[in-house]
T-cell receptor, first 113, second 113 residues
Framework: KQEVTQIPAALSVPEGENLVLNCSFT??????LQWFRQDPGKGLTSLLL?????REQTSGRLNASLDKSSGRSTLYIAASQPGDSATYLC????????????FGAGTILRVKS | DTGVSQDPRHKITKRGQNVTFRCDPI?????LYWYRQTLGQGPEFLTY????????KSRLLSDRFSAERPKGSFSTLEIQRTEQGDSAMYLC???????????FGQGTRLTVV
């Protein structure tokens, strides 16, 4: 059974800092991994999708890496802004069983202006 | 197409009442998923459809829960005889195929009083 852990659980940083969010998962039989953002009381917004054959994926100030064999992914946010404040969730997609995602509890990020 | 749409956004109901939620996926997506999210936790998988076929149901989905996707388009999630423990955010997602990027709706926040 896939288990996902995200560290840290919460993070508060001043505007402009570069930061790293960590995601670890127990079952490396994954097809891909998605990172999502969730604002309070809202749904999830997809940020990045990394295929299992990829090592990195970039979108703007976001860069996600994947080390499938060690069961780790990181989300790097460059030059953080107050608008980045949200909960960040990672979800590995299983090799079998469709796109049934398993989520961690997320990292709550606060960027102070 | 504006993405995955869920209705209603909020629902307050008395314990013991039945409620029904609707999800309209992105039009060409044949996979549709329901998740439940409680405060401070990541979403948990409930069930998913490929076109109109319900392919998997989580053990979280008790006999009081039923989901349908007639004609492979929109989906409904019904909860009968609601209990206070059903209070949560119910999220719908869709993807084009298995193992492709999942897109989420804004969710339906259910409060059982």
């Amino acid at each position: 059974k896939q288990e996902v852990t995200q560290i840290p659980a919460a993070l508060s940083v001043p505007e402009g800092e570069n930061l790293v969010l960590n995601c670890s998962f127990t079952d490396s039989a994954i097809y891909n991994l998605q990172w999502f953002r969730q604002d309070p009381g809202k749904g999830l917004t997809s940020l990045l999708l990394i295929q299992s054959s990829q090592r990195e994926q970039t979108s703007g100030r976001l860069n996600a890496s994947l080390d499938k064999s060690s069961g780790r992914s990181t989300l790097y946010i460059a030059a953080s802004q107050p608008g980045d404040s949200a909960t960040y969730l990672c979800a590995p997609g299983p090799l079998m069983g469709g796109n049934k995602l398993v989520f961690g509890a997320g990292t709550i990020l606060r960027v102070k202006s | 197409d504006t993405g995955v749409s869920q209705d209603p956004r909020h629902k307050i109901t008395k314990r013991g009442q039945n409620v029904t939620f609707r999800c309209d996926p992105i039009s060409e997506h044949n996979r549709l998923y329901w998740y439940r999210q409680t405060l401070g936790q990541g979403p948990e998988f409930l069930t998913y459809f490929q076109n109109e076929a319900q392919l998997e149901k989580s053990r979280l989905l008790s006999d009081r829960f039923s989901a349908e996707r007639p004609k492979g388009s929109f989906s409904t999630l019904e909860i009968q005889r609601t209990e206070q423990g059903d209070s949560a955010m119910y999220l719908c997602a869709s993807s084009l195929h298995a193992n492709t990027e999942a897109f989420f709706g804004q969710g339906t926040r259910l409060t059982v009083v």
